[in-house]
Structure formats: C-alpha cells, structure tokens
C-alpha cells in the first residue's frame, strides 16, 4: 500500500520560506514523476511543480507563478520529495499536495496515481 505524507506546512509572513517534504512508503520516487500540487479555497487544484530523477540527471518544470522562487528535490536515500519555497506571496496560500505518478517520466496529462494528505500554508501580508 502506497503512502505519501507530507509535512513542513505552516503559517509566515509574505517573503518568507518554508520548506515541505514528502515521505513515500510503498512506492520508489526515483525514476518515476512525482510532484506537488495546491488547492486555494475556491480555486481549482494546480500543479506547482514535478520532478523526475535518473541515476544522473533529473528534469524539474514549474508553474510559472512560482519559478524563481520555489525549488523541487528529490532525496534517493531517504526516497522524499521537497518543495523549498522562498519569497511567499500571500497568493502561495493553498492547501500543497505530494503526488506521485507510475510513469517512468514527466509529461503533460500524466495522471498522478497517488496523493498525500496535504499540508497547509498560509501566507500572511
């Protein structure tokens, strides 16, 4: 049984950081697409950004509203997503979503098969 469970969600001021993380059991994040996703009240859900990493190389993509501010990784060892996220905007504000995909890489429609629990940030102005 696959399990996704973020963490690292919170409450901060406009420019400031938070970092999330994602824990999989049952399934592996290398080789495969993983990514996050949010959900503002009110708002359909959006991809933020993906990630999908090899023995050697990696391709990210983002969303636009976010590149330049917020980083994906991927740690193999530990088998987590992260998602850094600097220079918050109170627009950031959403419930953030850890998904992860059986395909082998990341393209547009890619349908992503497992979902985490979600972690909220709330940006304060």
């Known amino acids: 049984q696959v399990q996704l469970v973020e963490s690292g969600g919170g409450s901060v001021q406009a420019g400031g950081s938070l970092r999330l993380s994602c824990a999989a059991s049952?399934?592996?994040?290398?080789?495969?697409?993983a990514g996050w996703f949010r959900q503002a009240p009110g708002k359909e859900r959006e991809l933020v950004a993906n990630?999908?990493?090899?023995?050697?190389?990696?391709?990210?993509s983002y969303a636009d509203s976010v590149k330049g501010r917020f980083t994906i990784s991927q740690d193999s060892a530990k088998n987590t997503i992260a998602l850094q996220m600097n220079s918050l905007k109170p627009e950031d504000t959403a419930m953030y979503y850890c998904?992860?995909?059986?395909?082998?890489?990341?393209?547009?429609?890619?349908?992503?098969?497992?979902w985490g629990q979600g972690t909220q940030v709330t940006v304060s102005s």
């Open positions: 998904a992860a995909a059986l395909a082998s890489a990341c393209y547009g429609g890619i349908a992503y098969k497992f």
């Open positions: 049952g399934y592996t994040f290398s080789r495969r697409c």
């Open positions: 990630i999908w990493t090899g023995a050697s190389t990696s391709s990210t």
